[in-house]
């Protein structure tokens, strides 16, 4: 059986992604590992894109684009930072030696699947810990599902957590 060193949790930062947050935290203790914290923020250039109805990089420059992405990464990337901190002190009651590397917080744009699966495998991460909010199948079929996506195509151990819904 292979140990457990390191953890990718992946978080959407909502508030039922906690209860991921604590199995996550519980397994790091258990195993003494360490977890580095993966949130995907949308692609600026594909979400303007989309919202408009034409390719923008048929229209701009690439390089003016692509400042304009970096920068509201940028700008989410410290708010995110600061709601993870915030939220690993509020479970520090329960989790008292929180083993959360905060440096290696990664923050990245674009495909939510894709993005987690490259981490996970680039990072030689031992298993993926994250949250499924348990939709219908409907909701599977129309939507698709992040964590559904993950666990078919990740070739790392995932934990999905049944996350609440309001």
């Known amino acids: ?31 003494d590992a360490s977890i580095s914290i993966i949130h995907i923020i949308p692609d600026m250039i594909e979400e303007m894109s989309a919202s408009m109805g034409y390719d923008l990089l048929s229209h701009y420059k690439v390089d003016q ?5 970096s920068e509201s990464q940028n700008d989410a990337k410290d708010a995110i930072k600061e709601r993870i901190k915030s939220v690993c002190e509020e479970m520090k009651e329960d989790f008292p030696s929180c083993r959360m590397d905060f ?7 674009g495909h939510p699947v894709k993005r987690i699966i490259d981490t996970a495998t680039e990072g030689a991460f ?8 348990g939709h219908g199948l409907l909701d599977n079929l129309l939507l698709g599902s992040v964590a559904r996506g993950v ?8 934990l999905t957590i049944r996350l609440a819904t309001d």
């Open 126 to 133: 031992d298993l993926v810990v994250m949250g499924s909010h």
């Open 151 to 158: 666990v078919q195509k990740c070739t790392i151990p995932v």
């Open 65 to 69: 684009l692509e400042d304009l992405n």
């Open 103 to 109: 440096n290696r917080i990664i923050i990245k744009a």
């Open 1 to 31: 059986m292979k140990k457990i060193k390191t953890i990718l949790y992946a978080t959407d930062l909502s508030e039922s992604a906690k209860s991921a947050l604590s199995w996550a935290m519980s397994l790091a203790e258990k195993y």
